[in-house]
């Protein structure tokens, strides 16, 4: 597994047994550990894993700065009628990483994208009631962090914006332009 510990550099989890937050998380969905960072024993539902082939981002489409958590979207998603969260990840502004619907589950995030893609919310994407890139750094490092540890975990996966798919401005910016080195073998 692959961490971002600080902005400057990656190093290797797996080589040296350690692990951070997010590689941790998607790991414990898939592997039961006998020790501590260390890999061991196959879930069955590690076989049963849908065919992934990309990772969306969206904004949650709430003003800069207001604290806005898991729950609170899933509440929303919900009175929509649907059955859980949207997202598998949402980024908080201080750059944490939380868990939304089971990665294992197909998302409802994109219409006609969710059964091979992987959606990511960051909080916020609103400044003054119109879409604004309001992603903060940490939002970003971990963002990258997460990525690398998908990436890591299930193979390549290209990274889109929930604007490529859908008229909707979110995540309020294009993807593909701020993160151009993102999509490179």
């Given amino acids: 597994m692959f961490c971002l510990k600080e902005s400057t550099r990656l190093k290797s989890c797996w080589l040296k047994r350690e692990s951070n937050e997010i590689s941790k998380t ?7 550990c006998k020790l501590r960072f260390n890999w061991i024993v196959f879930m069955s539902n590690l076989f049963a894993l849908r065919d992934l082939n990309k990772i969306i981002l969206h904004c949650s489409a709430t003003e800069e700065g207001r604290d806005v958590k898991v ?3 899933r509440s ?6 649907w059955d859980d969260i949207g997202y598998h990840y949402c980024l908080y502004a201080d750059g944490s990483i939380h868990r939304g619907r089971d990665i294992d589950k197909s998302g409802a995030h994109t219409k006609g994208e969710n059964h091979n893609s992987i959606g990511v919310c960051y909080i916020g994407g609103l400044k003054d009631g119109k879409p604004a890139d309001t992603m903060t750094v940490k939002q970003e490092l971990a963002f990258m962090e997460l990525v690398f540890s998908l990436r890591t975990t299930f193979g390549w996966l290209s990274v889109h914006g929930h604007n490529e798919y859908s008229s909707k401005a979110c995540p309020s910016f294009v ?3 701020k993160y151009k080195w993102i999509n490179t073998k």
Avoid: P
């Fill in 71 to 73: 729950d609170t979207i």
């Fill in 76 to 81: 929303w998603h919900l009175k929509r009628g």
């Fill in 175 to 177: 993807v593909s332009e």
């Fill in 26 to 32: 998607i790991r414990g969905q898939f592997f039961s």
